[in-house]
């Protein structure tokens, strides 16, 4: 889950809060038996689509919460605008999470959840079908 998050320009940094450590190929566990520093500086964000340590991580991490949020409607909500609000209004989040999905790309994103054969809902692959290339655009 997303603790906060902070933007600069085009770029923003989200704080997670992890269930358990994510395991990196190269690193020890004692590496990230305290605390695991993923991006240190707002610059370090935008390499969220790359494929360095960091990138992967962020993009698992990212890509996951995404789809979840997405695979709530309609079991919590019909509409994808009543998430990101209850996102925001109840847990302070600057943006929601469909707000931050169209921030990074809708359709490269999506295209990159399929090359690493994550299921999409099939509300979406329908918003894709009509054309329909965002949530706020």
């Keep these: 889950r997303?603790?906060?998050?902070?933007?600069?320009?085009?770029?923003?940094?989200?704080?997670?809060?992890?269930?358990?450590?994510?395991?990196?190929?190269?690193?020890s566990p004692q590496?990230?038996?305290?605390?695991?520093?993923?991006?240190?500086?707002?610059?370090?964000?935008?390499?969220a689509f790359n494929h360095s340590k960091y990138g992967e991580f962020f993009w698992e991490i990212l890509s996951r919460m995404l789809l979840y949020c997405a695979n709530r409607?309609?079991?919590?909500?019909?509409?994808?605008?009543?998430?990101?609000?209850?996102?925001?209004w109840g847990f302070g989040w600057e943006f929601g999470p469909f707000e931050i999905w169209d921030m990074i790309g809708f359709t490269s994103s999506l295209r990159r959840m399929e090359s690493n054969n994550k299921t999409i809902p099939k509300w979406i692959e329908d918003m894709i079908s009509k054309e329909k290339l965002g949530f706020y655009l």
């Design 2 to 27: 997303v603790n906060s998050i902070r933007q600069n320009g085009d770029v923003a940094k989200l704080h997670f809060a992890l269930n358990d450590l994510p395991d990196f190929k190269g690193l």
């Design 31 to 47: 590496d990230l038996q305290h605390r695991l520093v993923v991006a240190p500086d707002m610059r370090y964000v935008e390499h």
């Design 73 to 88: 409607i309609p079991e919590i909500s019909d509409s994808y605008k009543d998430i990101d609000n209850a996102m925001k």
